[in-house]
T-cell receptor, first 113, second 114 residues
Framework: DGGITQSPKYLFRKEGQNVTLSCEQN?????MYWYRQDPGQGLRLIYY???????QKGDIAEGYSVSREKKESFPLTVTSAQKNPTAFYLC????????????FGEGSRLTVL | AQSVTQLGSHVSVSEGALVLLRCNYS??????LFWYVQYPNQGLQLLLK??????LVKGINGFEAEFKKSETSFHLTKPSAHMSDAAEYFC????????????FGQGTRLTINP
């Protein structure tokens, strides 16, 4: 079955550590996205990628970094510069960046201790 | 700038009752509108979308929404609630045909009472 796989599902981090969240899709979609979800705030876009080797900042990119070396993969690194990293992170993809319909993974919950 | 307001962060209905989740938006151009559903600790799933054409849009699981330009609304309804409908629902709007411009509302948590 086609879909988006995020890992790990739960992650704990000490302050000052970088962590990388994995996102893999087998839908053959060109575009991929990372969102952050906080209670009562909906989803906010961190980064998106229209195509391999290209990515753009979203609304809240500070303290995060991404790469897109393969079409299937779009990992997100939460750096120590992110002041409030505890959140639920969602990866999504769409057939192209001009397609509004998003397909989501099941999310990764990051907790900073 | 586009924005989305979902009226009511929590809605509770009885099983079998009408479900009405409200969404109002602001947009300077004809918008693209979406409703997504999120079950606990999962990602979001598209329920339905409005791009152009018929203003009454039917989605999955018996949900539908009507685009009312004069009221800048895109409310989500279902005639008869089922226990499995308990989830969080997000309205989203985009002024352009592109997911990178999608703006999400803050979500409405739907509870179904037996």
């Amino acid at each position: 079955d086609g879909g988006i796989t995020q890992s790990p599902k739960y992650l704990f981090r000490k302050e000052g550590q970088n962590v990388t969240l994995s996102c893999e899709q087998n839908l053959n979609h060109d575009a991929m996205y990372w969102y952050r979800q906080d209670p009562g705030q909906g989803l906010r876009l961190i980064y998106y990628s229209q195509i391999v080797n290209d990515f753009q900042k979203g609304d809240i990119a500070e303290g995060y970094s991404v790469s897109r070396e393969k079409k299937e993969s779009f990992p997100l690194t939460v750096t120590s510069a992110q002041k409030n990293p505890t959140a639920f992170y969602l990866c999504a993809s769409s057939r192209t960046v001009r397609t509004g319909e998003l397909f989501f993974g099941e999310g990764s919950r990051l907790t900073v201790l | 700038a586009q924005s989305v307001t979902q009226l009511g962060s929590h809605v509770s209905v009885s099983e079998g009752a009408l479900v009405l989740l409200r969404c109002n938006y602001s947009s300077s151009v004809p918008p693209y509108l979406f409703w997504y559903v999120q079950y606990p600790n999962q990602g979001l799933q598209l329920l339905l979308k409005y791009t152009t054409g018929a203003t009454l849009v039917k989605g999955i699981n018996g949900f539908e929404a009507e685009f009312k330009k004069s009221e800048t609304s895109f409310h989500l309804t279902k005639p008869s609630a089922h226990m499995s409908d308990a989830a969080e629902y997000f309205c989203a709007v985009s002024e352009e045909q592109g997911a990178q411009k999608l703006v999400f509302g803050q979500g409405t948590r739907l509870t179904i009472n037996p």
